[in-house]
């Protein structure tokens, strides 16, 4: 009994280290990439502020909202947007996923949108 408790406590600490080695070695890796993707990351959260920023501008001389909807985005075939409607009978169209626009009625968020090239 007392040789069965020493074979089990063995196989413990065994399996103990060889997971901190692989855990180990994936923090190392994952935390190298980290560095590189960081100035990424803040870049992207800049923009999608400033695109906030002007939407929000925009959207106070547009009216109030009426409707907000949750579609298909059937016309790319895959994924959803949140559709927007104003009291003015405009529209706007958000990724649901990215918050990004990618559509509008409004003639002021033109320049805002995604290039189809």
């Not at 009978?89 to 409004?106: A, H, M, N, T, W």
């Amino acid at each position: 009994m007392k040789s069965f408790i020493l074979i089990l406590l063995g196989i413990i600490v065994a399996l103990l280290i060889v997971g901190s080695a692989v855990a180990y070695s994936f923090m190392n890796e994952s935390g190298d990439n980290m560095d590189e993707n960081d100035s990424n990351i803040i870049e992207k959260i800049k923009d999608k502020a400033s695109n906030v920023a002007s939407l929000e501008s925009s959207q106070s001389d547009d009216g109030d909202i009426v409707s907000e909807v949750v579609k298909f985005n059937s016309q790319n075939g895959e994924g959803y947007y949140r559709e927007v409607t104003y009291s003015d009978g405009g529209f706007r169209q958000f990724d649901k996923d990215s918050g990004e626009l990618i559509g509008s009625s409004y003639k002021s968020d033109q320049d805002k949108l995604p290039s189809l090239e």
